[in-house]
């Protein structure tokens, strides 16, 4: 038997662009992580389905059900891995290659939401591609992935050397889903909590928006079509140590230490002094949905005001102060905040801001840089390309 669920006003949001662009890939978010070691496909592929069986939000199909829109969650079915040679691949083949799946639309009416594909290099080096439509995931949904893949893959090898039956661990049929995350969401904003939110945004936002003037290389077109281009560049080690000394002496974090620059960069640019600024926040302030694999990511419209003598310092706690504030009354859908402050859309310009700035922090390859050799997991896994999503929330 079928179970048919509401969807979140993300989610609603997301089915009506797809909807309306089924072919784009705006919304495809993907990770890539590199495995040195010897792999079992048919342990990948189990481990894959307990995954999948979880996790009922990787096995749901969306679609219309009297007038509204609605997400399906069917019964597990078969999943294969696709795995693919690329032992004699250069690598700018290999990448191109990752880009072309990534970037292959999904049918959110029919497909699996999930796609998994393992590229081969060597008998003990594999990349491992996950790509998944934003409706049913964030990029935080990807640490937990991943996580899981890492630990419970060495178990079912050792089940398998065992010949032991195979089990899922007890905790995993404990966990709470995305249909209880939505039960939440829908009480929590139909009370007193989701109207306290609703006017502190309302007051933030107050007054006229301002629309950040960027200088662009050719005119704009009517409708945005997300055909941008991805720039990747790392910070050199001595910058980063500097960047986390300063962040340790101003008690404050990476993340604000950077958003901070970008406001100074964009108040260089424009010369502007009211400046909004998009930032996904993870949406899981619930702590019973921490573990849960879904869309929970929220775009948090940051306001601040540049003051043209202003030190750095001094923007950087005013923008902590927001960021803050933010972080308390993340729960309010971004699409809401759109459809009240901003009923009449320029279609050529993101609603409420039009620059953001993501902060994702690699935990599912952190956590295990503290572990004794004899605790470090045999399977051996480090980030390889930088995951993303081509369009803006």
């Known amino acids: 038997m079928k179970t048919i ?40 592929n189990r481990v894959w389905q307990k995954i999948i069986e979880k996790h009922p939000i990787l096995r749901t199909t969306y679609t219309s059900y009297e007038g509204k829109p609605v997400q399906q969650v069917n019964q597990q079915e078969n999943f294969q891995v696709e795995v693919i040679d690329a032992s004699d691949w250069r690598e700018e083949q290999l990448v191109e290659k990752i880009y072309a799946i990534a970037d292959r639309p999904f049918n959110l009416e029919k497909d699996s939401v999930l796609r998994v594909n393992l590229f081969t290099r060597s008998a003990e080096e594999h990349i491992l591609l996950l790509t998944m439509h934003h409706i049913a995931s964030d990029m935080w949904s990807y640490d937990l992935l991943l996580s899981e893949f890492q630990s419970l893959y060495p178990e079912e090898v050792e089940q398998v050397s065992q010949h032991q039956t195979e089990t899922a661990p007890d905790s995993w049929n404990e966990n709470k889903t ?8 829908a009480a929590m904003l139909s009370g007193t909590r989701g109207e306290k939110l609703w006017q502190y945004w309302q007051q933030q936002l107050a007054g006229e928006l301002p629309i950040l003037h960027l200088l662009p290389d050719k005119p704009r077109p009517p409708v945005k079509t997300y055909q941008g281009a991805s720039y990747i560049a790392k910070l050199d080690e001595q910058l980063t140590e500097k960047l986390r000394y300063l962040a340790s002496a101003s008690n404050t974090s990476l993340y604000q230490i950077l958003l901070t620059a970008f406001y100074v960069q964009l108040y260089r640019y424009t010369n502007q002094t009211d400046i909004l600024i998009g930032s996904p926040m993870r949406g899981r302030t619930a702590k019973e949905f921490k573990e849960i694999v879904g869309y929970f990511s929220n775009l948090t419209v940051l306001r601040v005001s540049v003051e043209q003598n202003a030190t750095f310092t001094e923007l950087l706690a005013q923008v902590g102060k927001i960021v803050r504030q933010a972080q308390k009354h993340q729960d309010y859908p971004f699409s809401w905040l759109a459809d009240k402050l901003q009923p009449q859309r320029d279609t050529s310009r993101s609603l409420l801001c039009q620059v953001s700035f993501t902060w994702q922090a690699q935990t599912w390859c952190e956590q295990k840089e503290n572990l004794s050799p004899s605790q470090e997991p045999m399977l051996q896994m480090a980030p390889y390309l930088l995951g993303h999503q081509r369009g803006a929330d």
Request: glycine content about 2%; hydrophobic content about 55%; cysteine-free.
């Open 5 to 44: 669920y509401p969807l979140s006003p993300g989610q609603e949001a997301m089915w009506l662009i797809w909807k309306i662009a089924p072919e784009s890939v705006a919304y495809n978010i993907f990770i890539t992580a590199k495995i040195h070691a010897h792999l079992k496909i048919a342990v990948v």
């Open 178 to 185: 995305y249909a209880n995350f939505l039960q939440w969401q």
